[in-house]
């Protein structure tokens, strides 16, 4: 069964986290309560798990499932963004593991990037749009500035190793780069590279979700020839530190997050709908209600 209306509609809206490498639950929760959600897009990551934290209603969500099962590029992206904005989320934390292509972004550092480059081959997926409802989202800054705000001021107030701005390449995976492709993402001046966090941030903005990521470095990728080139195993105590590092940004940040969806995001289709709803097909509008709610007259 659907659970998409866990909570009263004259609660506050929900802040979503989506857990990536060695970050599988969320500590601190109380009345917690798992959502198995059924999308038009198929079956989420995992289920849902959501609670209270410091007041605030939070939605966690492992992104490869808990135990780590999902190829990054087995990701249903749709189905994880859809399911959250069902259970009311309008904000998104990502947290994400990434390779660093820069000397001084060192591994357990934390980047607030504020900048992506696509170099994936599955774009299709990454729009809710189409089937007779066309949409084009802006996405000049595809990173929400206030979120992003408050969570580079929460790590650096921890005394956390953290890098304001940057820009993320996001690569299919679920193979790390050759040489050649990471000496190249470095000369064309990219800072950051992974396999996950583009298309979240891309459909988060067609559901007028704000997101901001936590990249946590795990590794130099493979351009310094003097480390070990990356693989899985040589991570594990990386992604370990960065996990407990990101619950402790988390802890902190997630009260501070206002209680009222009006960043700029969280009106992004105001200006890129473009079929008329009078045009829309009726089932496509049903597929997209928790998306495009305000928008559907009753």
């Known amino acids: 069964m659907s659970d998409t209306c866990p909570f009263p509609p004259d609660e506050s809206p929900a802040i979503g986290v989506?857990?990536?490498?060695?970050?599988?639950?969320?500590d601190g929760l109380s009345d917690v309560r798992e959502h198995r959600i059924e999308t038009p897009f198929g079956a989420p990551s995992d289920a849902i798990i959501s609670g209270l934290?410091?007041?605030?209603?939070v939605c966690f969500l492992a992104r490869h499932g808990r135990g780590h099962r999902i190829l990054p590029s087995?990701?249903?992206h749709r189905a994880n963004i859809w399911a959250l904005r069902s259970l009311g989320v309008r904000w998104i934390i990502a947290v994400t593991a990434v390779g660093s292509l820069r000397e001084k972004y060192e591994p357990q550092d934390i980047v607030l990037f504020d900048q992506f480059f696509d170099r994936t081959?599955?774009?299709?997926?990454s729009t809710f749009f189409g089937n007779g409802i066309v949409a084009h989202i802006g996405f000049s800054d595809p990173i929400s500035e206030?979120?992003?705000?408050?969570?580079?001021?929460?790590?650096?107030?921890?005394?956390?190793?953290v890098h304001d701005r940057g820009t993320y390449v996001n690569m299919d995976g679920p193979a790390f780069s050759t040489r050649a492709e990471s000496e190249t993402n470095r000369k064309l001046g990219?800072?950051?590279?992974?396999?996950?966090?583009l298309p979240e941030a891309k459909l988060a903005r067609e559901a007028e979700i704000?997101?901001?990521?936590?990249?946590?470095?795990?590794?130099?990728?493979?351009w310094k020839v003097e480390e070990d080139a990356v693989d899985a195993h040589s991570v594990i105590e990386h992604v370990q530190a960065n996990a407990a590092a990101a619950k402790e940004v988390l802890r902190e940040a997630i009260p501070k997050i206002p209680t009222e969806a009006n960043f700029a995001e969280h009106s992004a289709l105001d200006t890129a709908l473009v079929t008329a709803p009078e045009l829309w097909p009726e089932a496509t509008t049903e597929n997209l209600r928790p998306i495009l709610e305000r928008f559907i007259k009753s």
């Open 53 to 57: 934290m410091e007041g605030r209603r």
């Open 18 to 26: 989506i857990g990536g490498s060695g970050l599988y639950e969320m």
């Open 121 to 125: 081959s599955q774009r299709r997926d």
């Open 210 to 222: 704000s997101l901001a990521t936590l990249a946590m470095i795990t590794d130099y990728d493979c």
């Open 74 to 76: 087995e990701l249903n």
């Open 146 to 161: 206030s979120l992003r705000q408050i969570l580079l001021q929460t790590a650096a107030s921890q005394g956390k190793r």
């Open 190 to 197: 990219f800072d950051l590279i992974g396999m996950t966090n």
